[in-house]
């Protein structure tokens, strides 16, 4: 079974490595990545650290994914007691001072353990959970009084956590002759008594992991150091205890959404890359489409075309109803004045059907995409050597990044691709790309950034090679 760490910057690698040796050490958790990870049942995940300002934070859903998988799923420290706390009742476990001062609401806010880093991860703030942490040992050891401490703490939590510093601290303690006192000899005892409540928080959770995750439960403490002594906070009741979710209704569109976005298949190549491949460069993918959107609204027709159009009759929809900007939004003008009202209503339901989490038509695993994707392995085979030239490109120039190709250039490809005439105006382009699920024609260019450079450096080997066989 393996064990996988999430850190940085309460607990270098060399010292997860050193506490934990058979664990895989990770940077600080972002949202996505424990789907990507893609652990097995019986695998125990680590969260210490996570990212939730520069990046999306990793989502409650996305660890309840894991639970459901049967992963052992443990949080302390930071983000990890955070989340362990908000979860402890479906099946998180927490560990050490800072998830059980959470669990019990001693502790309510994000920002007791957030602190700004640098992008080398290195912590560039105080996080204020071992600004209590300090007080209260210094406290204990008699350097300050209980109401100076109390003053100090609500002074600390005063700054907002992104400038929370011992020098801002300081600065702010200056406006009050008795507080810059007591800070003085805050300052002095924490420089000779060296603590960080989050690191050992982490140490803790890691040796014991490293002795057996199994046997790992919440951590509960009859004396907690982040206790209300020095925080006249009233005792709060903390989450309920574990209780059995299994059948409950948790795993949403976003659930379905991520997994489809994060979650590795065929050549670790997760399923909406392969695809949104498809859907840009297989000619073969809007009768796919069309053929799995209507039979989904058929049912179980004989015929999806003819059950569909009978399951809108009996909804009452008809295209007689639409008022002509409704039409023009679906329809190219040549459709709206060659089709029959049966395949103007048809093309019109296709096209409304998007990738969309909320639709049961929508795919999530690679299991539901069956029919759907022509050859899951030579897509997988596609997106992987596309990343590979985007990568390639950017490490030789960053400004060659995806992000910077001109948009200009990705449309006249995609028309090409798609065999639009050259005069083909945005009614046109929109129909095409909703044929393809898409939801418009420009949601489908900034899809094809990340196919782009693959294959327009594809299609210059070919012709070049066309070139040399006429030469």
Same mark, same amino acid.
């Given at each position: 079974?393996?064990?996988?760490?999430?850190?940085?910057?309460?607990?270098?690698?060399?010292?997860?490595?050193?506490?934990?040796?058979?664990?895989?050490a990770h940077p600080p958790v972002r949202?996505?990545?424990?789907?990507?990870?893609?652990?097995?049942?019986?695998?125990?995940?680590?969260?210490? %650290?996570?990212?939730?300002?520069?990046?999306?934070?990793?989502?409650?859903?996305?660890?309840?994914?894991?639970?459901?998988?049967?992963?052992?799923?443990?949080?302390?420290?930071?983000?990890?007691?955070?989340?362990?706390?908000?979860?402890?009742?479906?099946?998180?476990?927490?560990?050490?001072?800072?998830?059980?001062?959470?669990?019990?609401?001693?502790?309510?806010?994000?920002?007791?353990?957030?602190?700004?880093?640098?992008?080398?991860?290195?912590?560039?703030?105080?996080?204020?959970?071992?600004?209590?942490?300090?007080?209260?040992?210094?406290?204990?050891?008699?350097?300050?009084?209980?109401?100076?401490?109390?003053?100090?703490? *609500?002074?600390?939590?005063?700054?907002?956590?992104? *400038?929370?510093?011992?020098?801002?601290?300081?600065?702010?303690?200056?406006? %009050?002759?008795?507080?810059?006192?007591?800070?003085?000899?805050?300052?002095?005892?924490?420089?000779?008594?060296?603590?960080?409540?989050?690191?050992?928080?982490?140490e803790e959770a890691l040796t014991l992991?490293?002795? %057996?995750?199994?046997?790992?439960?919440?951590?509960?403490?009859?004396?907690?150091?982040?206790?209300?002594?020095?925080?006249?906070?009233?005792?709060?009741?903390?989450?309920?205890?574990?209780?059995?979710?299994?059948?409950?209704?948790?795993?949403?569109?976003?659930?379905?959404?991520?997994?489809?976005?994060?979650?590795?298949?065929?050549?670790?190549?997760?399923?909406?890359?392969?695809?949104?491949?498809?859907?840009?460069?297989?000619?073969?993918?809007?009768?796919?489409?069309?053929?799995?959107?209507?039979?989904?609204?058929?049912?179980?027709?004989?015929?999806?075309?003819?059950?569909?159009?009978?399951?809108a009759q009996a909804c009452g929809v008809?295209?007689? %109803?639409?008022?002509?900007?409704?039409?023009?939004?679906?329809?190219?003008?040549?459709?709206?004045?060659?089709?029959?009202?049966?395949?103007?209503?048809?093309?019109?339901?296709?096209?409304?059907?998007?990738?969309?989490?909320?639709?049961?038509?929508?795919?999530?695993?690679?299991?539901?995409?069956?029919?759907?994707?022509?050859?899951?392995?030579?897509?997988?085979?596609?997106?992987?050597?596309?990343?590979?030239?985007?990568?390639?490109?950017?490490?030789?120039?960053?400004?060659?990044?995806?992000?910077?190709?001109?948009?200009?250039?990705?449309?006249?490809?995609?028309?090409?691709?798609?065999?639009?005439?050259?005069?083909?105006?945005?009614?046109?382009?929109?129909?095409?790309?909703?044929?393809?699920?898409?939801?418009?024609?420009?949601?489908?260019?900034?899809?094809?950034?990340?196919?782009?450079?693959?294959?327009?450096?594809?299609?210059?080997?070919?012709?070049?090679?066309?070139?040399?066989?006429?030469?």
């Open positions: 079974m393996s064990v996988h760490v999430f850190a940085g910057p309460t607990l270098p690698q060399s010292r997860i490595r050193e506490l934990c040796p058979h664990a895989v949202h996505g990545d424990l789907l990507r990870l893609d652990p097995k049942p019986g695998d125990t995940v680590l969260i210490i %650290d996570g990212l939730w300002h520069q990046s999306a934070p990793i989502r409650h859903k996305e660890i309840l994914a894991l639970l459901a998988d049967g992963v052992r799923v443990i949080g302390a420290a930071s983000m990890g007691a955070l989340r362990a706390a908000e979860l402890a009742p479906y099946g998180m476990t927490g560990v050490g001072r800072i998830f059980d001062a959470y669990r019990t609401g001693t502790l309510d806010a994000d920002d007791e353990v957030a602190i700004l880093q640098d992008s080398d991860g290195r912590a560039l703030t105080l996080a204020l959970v071992n600004v209590r942490a300090a007080l209260e040992r210094a406290h204990a050891d008699q350097q300050v009084t209980h109401a100076e401490a109390v003053a100090l703490l *609500r002074l600390a939590r005063a700054i907002p956590y992104a *400038r929370r510093t011992w020098t801002r601290l300081r600065r702010a303690a200056t406006q %009050d002759e008795t507080l810059a006192d007591a800070l003085g000899r805050l300052d002095q005892w924490r420089r000779t008594h060296p603590y960080d409540l989050k690191r050992e928080d982490a992991i490293a002795a %057996d995750p199994a046997q790992v439960t919440a951590s509960t403490w009859a004396n907690p150091i982040l206790h209300a002594t020095i925080d006249s906070a009233a005792e709060r009741t903390g989450p309920a205890d574990a209780e059995d979710w299994t059948g409950q209704p948790w795993s949403t569109s976003f659930v379905r959404y991520w997994d489809a976005a994060f979650r590795p298949g065929p050549g670790r190549v997760p399923l909406l890359a392969a695809l949104n491949h498809q859907q840009l460069y297989d000619p073969g993918f809007p009768a796919r489409w069309r053929h799995r959107v209507l039979t989904a609204i058929a049912g179980r027709a004989a015929t999806p075309k003819a059950g569909a159009l009978a399951v008809n295209t007689a %109803d639409m008022t002509p900007e409704q039409l023009a939004f679906w329809l190219t003008p040549a459709e709206q004045r060659d089709l029959t009202r049966a395949d103007t209503l048809a093309r019109i339901m296709v096209r409304c059907a998007r990738w969309d989490g909320a639709w049961t038509v929508w795919p999530s695993t690679w299991e539901e995409a069956a029919g759907l994707l022509s050859d899951p392995v030579a897509a997988a085979e596609s997106v992987t050597a596309a990343f590979k030239v985007n990568a390639r490109a950017e490490a030789a120039d960053a400004r060659h990044s995806i992000a910077h190709l001109d948009t200009r250039r990705i449309s006249r490809h995609l028309a090409e691709q798609w065999k639009l005439p050259p005069s083909a105006d945005q009614a046109e382009r929109d129909a095409a790309a909703r044929d393809r699920a898409f939801r418009d024609f420009a949601g489908a260019v900034e899809v094809a950034r990340a196919y782009y450079l693959a294959a327009v450096s594809a299609a210059g080997v070919t012709s070049s090679a066309s070139d040399s066989r006429r030469t």
